[in-house]
């Protein structure tokens, strides 16, 4: 298994390790539902080097950019802005979702997924043939998230005086560079933080001194439950290349306007809007005992869906999920748990904002 610049750092913190997208990664540190609460409360740190840093420079840049993703990366115009988007095959099914990042118009940085960074690159680089746009990973960097209430305040306390003013100002979806860093404000939790990208060599540096600052190691466990509470998909289970963005929640991440950009899945996704969106991601809540999981099947009168994300919720104290389901479904569900047919209620995502439930979802 490949392993990050902080492998050693997990280690001697007692964590324990598992194969994640063919990374040795951080599952706990001894407790994934304290690690969730800190994120929740206080603030909590992630080792995300496996996630996959790519360049992309050149004078053709701009015009590629607005071709490969669904997304418009003309509303980008000061350097640090970035936007979420999806990269769709012709079918309209989604390759990725990522994070583009505006650096100039001949510089965009995206951030993709690790399980499938070789994938990714190989498609960038091919769709990038024959124009004036190079391709690098950045292969030298590592990438540590900080997420929750106070996260803000606490890495504002570890940037020199001389550069703290271009992060305080910094809002949401936006990123600038400063003491050797490229701070984004972003992150995959539904809490305020940045995802800090850094020189390999120094990422153990900076990880014990945010430690030392007060945030506490989380693992791979407490970001998925935390990511599910925010109501955020994850690749390989919400979707994927079988599944488009106006199936899986993720319509506002595609810019049908202005109609002249070509951007690749376009008209795939242009003849499902025409003749109707056949499944839709929803929201759902078990409020008796059990657990909904992966794979668990939805029944509906009109049909049968699947449960795509499931957990038990931390915060909630109840099982929460996302599922894909005929987008004609009643109010009517159930989920088959092993045989046995449960009642759960549909909700719109998020499950939990502001650290608490979301409007909308009944305790």
């Not at 050149?58 to 979420?84: H, I, Q, T, W």
């Not at 599910?228 to 690749?235: H, P, S, T």
Request: aromatic share 6%; charged share 25%; with cysteine.
């Amino acid at each position: 298994m490949k392993q990050t610049a902080l492998n050693a750092a997990h280690r001697a913190a007692g964590a324990r390790m598992v194969d994640f997208g063919g990374w040795e990664m951080p599952l706990h540190y001894g407790s994934q539902v304290d690690e969730h609460h800190q994120v929740r409360e206080r603030v909590g740190l992630f080792d995300v080097s496996h996630m996959c840093v790519v360049d992309l420079k050149g004078e053709d840049c701009s015009a590629f950019m607005r071709r490969l993703v669904a997304n418009d990366v003309a509303k980008l115009k000061s350097p640090g802005k970035a936007l979420y988007t999806c990269m769709l095959n012709p079918e309209g099914g989604v390759i990725d979702d990522l994070i583009v990042y505006f650096m100039s118009p001949t510089h965009f940085r995206i951030v993709v997924n690790a399980g499938t960074r070789e994938k990714d690159l190989a498609w960038i680089r091919q769709q990038a043939s024959g124009t004036a746009v190079t391709v690098r990973e950045r292969s030298d960097l590592s990438m540590i998230a900080v997420q929750g209430p106070q996260a803000r305040e606490l890495v504002l306390g570890l940037i020199s005086e001389a550069e703290r003013a271009a992060v305080e100002a910094l809002t949401r979806f936006s990123a600038a560079e400063a003491d050797g860093l490229f701070l984004a404000r972003t992150g995959y939790t539904g809490e305020d933080g940045f995802e800090i990208v850094m020189p390999s060599e120094v990422a153990e540096q900076w990880w014990n001194r945010l430690i030392a600052a007060g945030a506490k190691p989380a693992g791979l466990g407490a970001r998925d439950t935390l990511r599910l509470e925010a109501g955020m998909n994850l690749y390989g289970q919400d979707m994927d290349e079988s599944i488009s963005p106006l199936e899986c929640g993720l319509a506002w991440t595609v810019a049908m306007d202005p109609p002249e950009r070509e951007f690749i899945g376009r008209q795939a996704l242009q003849r499902q809007r025409d003749q109707g969106v056949p499944r839709a991601l929803i929201g759902l809540v078990l409020d008796q005992r059990g657990v909904l999981r992966h794979g668990q099947l939805v029944r509906c009168a009109q049909g049968e869906g699947q449960v795509t994300s499931g957990t038990f919720s931390p915060t909630l104290g109840k099982s929460i999920a996302l599922a894909l389901v005929p987008n004609a479904h009643d109010e009517h569900l159930e989920v088959d748990m092993r045989g046995k047919l449960l009642p759960v209620r549909k909700v719109k995502p998020p499950f939990v904002k502001g650290g608490k439930a979301a409007p909308g979802i009944e305790l």
